[in-house]
């Protein structure tokens, strides 16, 4: 069988990240891989559409700043060391696909909320992910 050596997990940050996070965990452990937890916050100029001239470097650092320590406690809580505690700033599936690559991971975990009908016709980031994934991606089933 083979098995995995670094495992990236996608860390949405909401309430359902800690369903992703034990799933995540508990393959590490059965593997003995090395867990990475990664969160992308989005550019906020994409919210407000960029057509109305305002300076939002503030409100951006604020936001990497929030996440940085949010992702820190659960790093701290299982034991993931600094290094392996990711926020970058983009678009969540293009950032897992070139963090996965940069750091040579050979299994990526997201959740996924199995959603049917025009919802799944608009996509979802595990959709997202899987698309161009050049690695394992595990769909853990947000219930
Ligand atoms: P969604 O399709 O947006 O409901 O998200 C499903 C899963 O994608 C989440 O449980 C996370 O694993 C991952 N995900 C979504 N947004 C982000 C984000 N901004 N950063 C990291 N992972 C994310």
Redesign the pocket.
């Known amino acids: 069988m083979s098995t995995y050596t670094k495992v990236l997990t ?3 940050l909401t309430e ?2 800690p369903q ?1 996070l034990n799933r995540a965990i508990e393959v590490c452990k059965a593997h003995n891989a090395e867990l990475m937890l ?3 916050v ?1 550019p906020v100029g994409y919210a407000y559409g960029g057509d109305i001239p305002m300076d939002l470097t503030e409100l951006q650092d604020q936001l990497d700043a929030a996440a940085k320590e949010q992702l820190d406690n659960y790093g701290k809580r299982h034991g993931v060391s600094e290094e392996n505690q990711i926020v970058t700033v983009g678009r ?1 599936e293009s950032e ?1 696909h070139r963090l996965a690559e940069e750091r040579k991971v050979d299994l990526i975990v ?4 199995g959603r049917r009908g025009i919802q799944l016709l608009l996509g ?3 959709n997202g992910v899987l698309h161009g994934a050049k690695c394992d991606v595990l769909a853990v089933r ?1 219930t």
């Open positions: 996608a860390i949405d359902e990240a992703v990664c969160h992308v989005e969540p897992i997201v959740g996924s909320h979802s980031t595990a947000i």
